[in-house]
């Protein structure tokens, strides 16, 4: 049986980024699906967000940043991190041995932009790259780029226990 690895949807070729569009990566939904079984997730979405859709980004404190929409102002965070908690717990059915990660996503980026007033005031996770590291600090993440470097794909892979 393969290894149950989750990954943002957008990733595998699913068009539901704020755009329309999908961040297709060829590397995982095509040469490493040989290996794993992806389990997608797209939190936006999933959350009830509408394709296309507004762009959203972290503000604040970036310690615990708001997620909010760059042209309204108007605010997710307490929904979306509830959200997150509850799309966490429903994901223990698949046993996940890590998670990959689209960079620079509100949601699902590991060291995504904060911003204040128009300048980067910090780096944070996602919400809900947040949500599941808090539930599930024992697992390897990833950010999707990164395994474009061979010694870090070697370095994920050895983690989820894949034979080279
Ligand atoms: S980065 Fe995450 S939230 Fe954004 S489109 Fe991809 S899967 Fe959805």
Excluded: N
């Excluded at 389990?39 to 296309?52: A, R, S």
């Excluded at 980026?109 to 600090?137: K, N």
């Excluded at 070697?154 to 226990?161: H, S």
């Amino acid at each position: 049986m393969k290894v149950r690895v989750g990954i943002s949807a957008c990733l595998l070729g699913r068009p539901v980024r704020y755009d329309g569009r999908d961040k297709f990566d060829p590397l995982l939904a095509e040469t490493l699906a040989a290996r794993i079984e992806w389990i997608p997730v797209c939190p936006e979405t999933e959350f009830g967000l509408p394709v296309p859709r507004e762009p959203i980004q972290l503000e604040d404190d970036p310690a615990r940043p708001e997620l909010r929409g760059v042209h309204s102002g108007c605010s997710l965070s307490c929904a979306m991190r509830a959200f997150c908690r509850r799309r966490v717990d429903e994901l223990g059915e698949f046993d996940l041995a890590g998670f990959v990660f689209k960079a620079k996503s509100p949601s699902c980026g590991l060291h995504v932009a904060v911003f204040h007033g128009g300048e980067t005031v910090g780096r944070a996770a996602g919400l809900f790259a947040a949500a599941w590291m808090e539930r599930h600090p024992e697992l390897p993440v990833v950010e999707a780029e990164t395994l474009h470097d061979p010694a870090a794909l070697e370095e994920f892979l050895a983690k989820l226990k894949i034979e080279q």
